[in-house]
């Protein structure tokens, strides 16, 4: 099951790079093309399907804290998180659909914005929350100077992006709210970063081991989308072809590398649910068995 | 030659739990047949080994973070030529050591370490004080709390199964 599962999650986050960069492509040589119009948001149900199996996930795992626990609310956030992505590419697609991404392109698809800013609040709140049960056991606490000059990094990058001259996608809307909540997505990405930051000193304090490899790739997609979005709206950058192209592909790859990250921690559930199985049925042999990767572990490590 | 001891019969052996005729019958055989001395030479250093291992992490439990690691290391580098343990009555210190190898892939070494750290401060235990059975499952439910707040309640019932499972020589660690 495990095989299966990490190498169809692998799978699609090849698909959907590949799949994201070829509707940049479409899109550029025939804009106005029925496929170019089509195409706009044509990667939009593979991120979907990540993210309807992320909440499958994320719930599975809440399942496996005790209530009342700070990482069970904290799992709790991010299949909120999970949810509101879903709803936000679920609408995406719909209007794209119904023809009304074009039409209406400054109206009724600028609401995506409200399920795109909440997701990010669930996701900041979610690793604040996982943050904060590692800090209780004095993990992820001692920052280093590399920490710190990411985290004014991340700061920095704000008015590099508000004061842009590439307009977001919905800076016009109709809606002041949905214009509010477009300039305010730099913040929401900013603390979501520098939370990202806290995640990243926890993972390293971890050690290599199953948790921390789920975090990690948590980690890479938030540093992933954090880059496309400068690369967006980066003047002379954004204009590229082959970057725009490249940039596309990351976004669409890093949904699924989230995936990735909530399909390796349900996979280390699903492991210590089986060595509980095992040493029920035969604890001397699952001791000796112990024993054996001690010694190999050893070996190894010398 | 035949080899007739069996594992448990090894075991007892080495832990000088067996009668005298019986412990005489396989010093006899011992005697006789190459392969089981080479046998009784590995298990009788391992024996000899992780009790002197387990005297110097007792000490080394003031230094939990730094020492630890390396004295593991020196412990495996020894015992390893020796063989493995496999359903040997456990000190504590062996089995804390076991626990922590369990933890380790799955948490992160470090985790595993700073969860052993937070079990050790809730159970109030310190080194050089005697543990009775009640004490090491006071030990062993704080063990699995702490780690099962950070890998999920599967993990601490794996460490609570894996603990249980240990027939531990109650004593000073």
Known sequence: MRRVTLGLLWTGVMVAAVAGGAVRVVQSVQPSSYWGRLSAEGDQPLNSVAYAIALFFCLRITADYGKGTPMRLAWMFMAASCSTSLLRHVFELGMVQMGLANTMRTTLVSLRQIPTELSLVFMAASLLVMWRSFAALGLGVRFKWFDWVLMAAFLFLIPLISSSPVEMRDSHSAYTFIRFLQSASPYCLAVVAVLAVFLYRTTTDLGAGQLSLSLWFVLLSVALRLFVMLLGVWPSLSEHPMINIASRGTFAASHWVFLLGMGYRWLLTVSNSEMVSRYQQSAEAELAELSRMVMTTSRIRN | ?173
């Open chain 2, 1 to 173: 030659m035949e080899h007739w001891i069996s594992p448990q019969q090894w075991l007892d052996f080495v832990d000088r739990t067996l009668t005298p005729s019986e412990e005489a019958r396989i010093t006899a055989h011992v005697s006789q047949c190459k392969d089981c001395e080479v046998l009784m030479c590995g298990l009788m250093d391992w024996h000899r080994l992780l009790t002197q291992e387990t005297q110097l992490l007792r000490h080394s439990l003031v230094y939990l973070d730094v020492e630890i690691d390396r004295l593991l290391d020196h412990t495996l580098n020894r015992i390893r030529p020796v063989g493995m343990k496999s359903h040997w009555t456990w000190s504590v210190l062996d089995a804390l050591v076991l626990l922590r190898c369990l933890m380790a892939p799955i948490s992160g070494p470090s985790a595993a370490r700073a969860v052993m750290a937070v079990a050790f401060d809730r159970s109030g235990m310190t080194p050089g004080r005697c543990l009775n059975h009640d004490q090491w499952s006071q030990f062993l439910s704080n063990l699995s709390e702490a780690f099962g707040s950070i890998c999920g309640l599967e993990g601490a019932r794996l460490i609570g199964h894996a603990g249980r499972s240990l027939s531990i020589d109650y004593g000073c660690y």
